[in-house]
């Protein structure tokens, strides 16, 4: 499978303050990304899709101005979550698309687990 | 709208005994269809997919799921559970004509010793 490295892995902050999250293909080129965000015994919801070089389209319900995406080139694509507050916890997940050499399945990073004090 | 089913929120089994976890699909076209595993504060990682051919799927650590048309049903299965085993499982369908998935809500597998 694809290697894909996602940093860091663990962040508290204090309200308010940003934080960022990034998300590295190793092995691989990626035109698009996913980030997904996962609550607490809860299902992984699609947040946003980025497309290198272009602006990402967000999903129904995410605020763009809060969850801002960069996807500045084809390995590397970063969230960050603006103004932070104790909502925003929760566990994020990016997935980088290989594009033509997708067979199908999705490779995830390890995740990053967000807790905004 | 493609949706994806996990009946059960968690499933309890003896080491030793195979183990079935379910999941049911909505698709409009071909299903793109998928399981993966996660463990307590990490990604998921891919277990297998059907995408067309055999309706008998084999895939990593030992587990295969079943595609049932006529049942729009995907069960992963594996023939002897073991505790390394327990974990959060995911089904997912793909939509053929975009790259988004849509996950289920997971099922959570426990395997007793």
């Known amino acids: 499978g694809a290697v894909v490295s996602q940093h860091p892995s663990w962040v508290i902050c204090k309200s308010g303050t940003s934080v960022k999250i990034e998300c590295r293909s190793l092995?691989?080129?990626?035109?698009?990304m996913f980030w997904y965000r996962q609550f607490p015994k809860q299902s992984l919801m699609l947040m946003a899709t980025s497309n290198e070089g272009s602006k990402a389209t967000y999903e129904q319900g995410v605020e763009k101005d809060k969850f801002l995406i960069n996807h500045a080139s084809l390995t590397l694509s970063t969230l960050t979550v603006t103004s932070a507050h104790p909502e925003d916890s929760s566990f994020y997940i990016c997935s980088p698309d290989p594009g033509g050499r997708n067979t199908g399945e999705l490779f995830f990073g390890e995740g990053s687990r967000l807790t905004v004090l | 709208a493609q949706s994806v089913a996990q009946p059960e929120d968690q499933v309890n089994v003896a080491e030793g005994n195979p183990l079935t976890v379910k999941c049911t699909y909505s698709v409009s076209g071909n299903p793109y269809l998928f399981w993966y595993v996660q463990y307590p504060n990490r990604g998921l990682q891919f277990l297998l997919k059907?995408?067309?051919?055999?309706?008998l799927v084999k895939g990593s650590y030992g587990f295969e799921a079943e595609f049932n048309k006529s049942q729009t049903s995907f069960h992963l299965k594996k023939p002897s559970a073991l505790v390394s085993d327990s974990a959060l499982y995911f089904c997912?369908?793909?939509?053929?004509?975009?790259?988004?998935?849509?996950f289920g809500t997971g099922t959570r597998l426990k395997v007793l010793a």
């Open positions: 059907y995408i067309t051919g055999d309706n």
């Open positions: 997912a369908v793909r939509d053929g004509g975009t790259y988004k998935y849509i």
């Open positions: 092995d691989f080129q990626a035109t698009t």
